[in-house]
């Protein structure tokens, strides 16, 4: 599958994230916008606006590197709907908040700053060795490992 450098027809892509990982915006059925996640030339997720919004966190990957300080962690998801897109808050109300984890024996979370890729999806990126994400928004909490980075 094509990476984002392929299609210049469409929207440039948004270097959110960093390498290796860059976020896309697409269209994805009934012209509802979209999101396309990639690792290097490889398609990761795509994130479809729609009022069915099952999960906070949608995926999350590591980079690791033999020099701490070049290791890194991505992830990212959407804000629930309740079943109704018109009440949607995002931004400082939203109530959203995103932990990077070490592991069992540095179990203190890493507050993690994200970012608003649209009113509907967020993406957090943090420099550091981790092995968790942790979501949370109004009482929902989601955990999942991250996955080790393809080599680019």
């Known amino acids: 599958m094509p990476g984002p450098e392929a299609d210049r027809t469409g929207p440039a892509p948004h270097l959110v994230a960093g ?9 994805g059925p009934g012209a509802r916008a979209a999101l396309e996640i990639y690792e290097g030339q490889a398609l990761l997720d795509v994130m479809v606006d ?42 400082p109300g939203s109530g959203l908040a995103v932990w990077f984890t070490r592991g069992r024996l540095h179990r203190r979370p890493q507050r993690a700053g994200f970012v608003w890729l649209t009113a509907w999806s967020w993406i957090a990126v ?27």
Request: proline share 9%; glycine share 10%.
């Open 126 to 152: 943090a420099d550091g060795s981790y092995r968790h994400a942790v979501v949370t928004c109004h009482g929902r909490r989601e955990r999942l490992g991250l996955r080790r980075a393809r080599p680019c």
């Open 19 to 27: 390498p290796p990982w860059v976020v896309r915006a697409a269209r």
């Open 50 to 91: 729609t009022p069915v919004a099952p999960r906070l966190l949608r995926g999350a990957r590591r980079l690791d590197s033999r020099r701490p300080r070049r290791s890194r962690a991505i992830a990212w998801g959407r804000l629930p709907t309740d079943g109704d897109a018109a009440g949607r808050a995002y931004g």
